[in-house]
């Protein structure tokens, strides 16, 4: 029982890491949703949903409820198989990276020898990252440009001609922006000199100076517009421009996967800001908080865990700013920015960043 | 153990998955089941301790290359229903290329019964990204900067392949080209808002 119990304590550990992130990462993005349409409601001068709960604090649950309900619907001519995997896809591929953010510091200053069977022995450190990958970034990167096949074959499959449109736009979009987005990136992965989110974050650390905002301000509004591209937003939102396409690839698309397509657009948003916190921003780090808390201790872990997630808000209120401000672009102002500036300018930025780091280095 | 019991997981997944692609029709579908290969590759790659090696696997191939054919597959909407009888010397050629994969299958698995027996580990360093980057820019620089050139040459045959005009063609584009810029910015502007 005992041995048996120390084979499978790692797995429980992970199981429960894995809950609480998922759960964590899922309630943040059920409420981005709400603040989402409260924020829109201010800046339109309306109020916003406030019947379910106190302030509509509970409208995430009303909206999944309802999904749920909800009849779903089918096309007669659809490809079932294929309609069927693509909010799957989506979703999967949304959910993904979480496995990898660096959510804050290692604990390291816990004595774990309290636990039960001699289960404490030989932890020297809990750190705050599920698993901790050599090629953070490229993970990321690689699993959200899979992504890319819920969309285009939810397109697909629908058998119908807003989806197909909304689905190649969209794909067109993905791809287009995902090489201005990986080029933005190189530069950070160049001054950092490694591709683990955690030791981006650890190159950054000591002082708000050495975030990598300030020497890679052009990395950092590339990867920000890319960004919103990725995350098929307003104002790059034309796989769904609801004036031509009704609502683009997930046009036929009812009741649970809906909302798994709903859901993995707000996850993406979610993802790409933890990536410009962690490779512009510092991630968790909170500058003078070594000299209150000591390093390693539980409450400097949670403060900028805090802070992490403070950060995170920050980006997505810039997307419901955003969306509440700009017009839409049309596709081939998209397609031209896209190719003959953003990306141009992205590998500029790279060139330059590899000469001067040449010269720092030698 | 549990490395045993992921390889023949994954390794289980990647033949499934490459036999549903020779096996469907519908190409849409073999597309998938390629990416499919694809997935179960890179795993077995992390569990070999290569996590470089994998996430390029997803990135280039399953995210880039498959993202392209499908996009083909799904513009062109080819048929299902192509006549069979169409091209049958091809599957005689088929047969001869099995046959000598067949046989190099076999000579790598005899191969690997002989040679010395050695676990991975995956504390070693040959997989992680600094060694393969310092491997990649010193001792194997020149194939890197020959692949280089050639990918090079690839962007240039495509824009050409593209941009393919008669001469006609090439002289209004290049007239149209040299009015716009004669006439300045705003002239610009209102074009392309037409």
Redesign the interface.
Known sequence: MESLLKTAFPFIVYAIALLLAFQGVLMIVAYTVLAERKVLGWIQGRIGPNRVGPWGVLQPFADLLKFIFKEDLVPDKS?K??YF?APMVALTCALLPIVVYPFGPPITTVDWTFLPYGLGEGIRQLPLTIAQ???GV??V???T??G??GI??A??SSNSKYS?MG??RS??QM?SY?LAMGASILGVVMLAG??DLNGIIYAQINSPFRWFIIPQIIGFVIFLIAAFAETNRVPFDLPEAETELVAGFHTEYSALKFALFFMAEYVNMFTVSVMSTVLFLGGWYVPGLSHIFEVGSVPYALVSLAAFVGKICFFLFLYIWVRGTLPRFRFD?LMNFGWKFLLPLAIANTIVTIVVVYFLNS | MASTVLFYLFAGFAIACALSLVYHRNPLYSAISLIGVFIALSCIYVTLAAPFIAAVQILIYAGAIMVLVVFVIMLLNLDEDRPLTRLKYLYALGAGLGLILLVQTFFIFYAVMRAPNHTVNVDQTVGKTLSIGQAMYSEYLLPVEIVGVLLLMAIIGGVILVRRLEPTQLRLVINEELDRRNEGQEKDDFRIAL
């Open positions: 490809t198989f294929v995997l990958i050599d090629v490229l993970y990167l690689g699993i440009s899979v890319v096949y285009a074959l397109g697909w197909l689905g190649l794909s067109a791809i995902e490694t591709l102002q």
